[in-house]
């Protein structure tokens, strides 16, 4: 009887080292209202400024070992704002983003990269106007902490810079020529524990 014994402890302590490793992952959903998807380009020698105001995606993080962790996100296209309502609806046009045909764009990671203390090199897959190429996200962690009304909150910035072209967004001949090939993109996030998300508002 004592060796079934031996067995059934060394399961429940098998057990019990899975539920820890289980309980040090955890899923944090961005919160649109204290986050931001911007970016630049450059506009014949000066550079515009835009935003896309509407997003959503879920950070899964391993606590222990952060370079587990993953993201997807997903963007409203015609959510873009670039301060003017005419060239906003030029964005939106097939002319560019084609908003109406490609209405989402998205990014899901594929790899993180610990480059330093609390930094990432988040590799992944993103995709607009219907092309999904390979980008690298510098990623800052800017650490975990209690929030409003008890809920749990992590906070990221990100980074990188795509050229337009590989995604086919170009333009107009005579437009396209006075845009860089260059988009510099910059995300700031906070995001909410799951259980924390889902609770009644």
Not at 21 to 40: G, L, N
Not at 111 to 120: A, L, M, N, Y
């Amino acid at each position: 009887m004592k060796f079934p014994s031996k067995i059934l402890a060394f399961l429940a302590a098998g057990c019990g080292l899975a539920a820890a490793a289980q309980a040090a992952v955890e899923t944090y959903v961005i919160d649109p209202v204290h986050s931001s998807v911007e970016f630049k380009i450059r506009h014949v020698v000066g550079k515009v400024p835009g935003a896309f105001t509407k997003f959503s995606g879920t950070i899964i993080v391993d606590r222990d070992n952060l370079e587990n962790s993953s993201v997807e996100a997903t963007i409203d296209v015609g959510s873009i704002n670039t301060f003017n309502d005419y060239r906003d609806k030029d964005l939106k046009s097939p002319s560019y983003f084609d908003a109406m045909k490609f209405a989402t764009m998205t990014f899901k990671s594929t790899s993180w990269k610990k480059t330093g203390d609390g930094t990432f090199d988040v590799t992944g897959d993103l995709t607009i106007h219907g092309i999904t190429k390979e980008v690298v996200l510098k990623v800052d962690s800017l650490g975990f902490g209690p929030g409003m009304q008890g809920a749990q909150l992590s906070g990221w910035d990100a980074s990188t810079t795509i050229k337009r072209a590989d995604f086919g967004v170009t333009g107009p001949p005579p437009a396209d020529a006075m845009l860089g090939k260059d988009v510099a993109i910059s995300i700031t996030v906070e995001a909410k524990l799951k259980k924390d998300a889902d609770a009644p508002k």
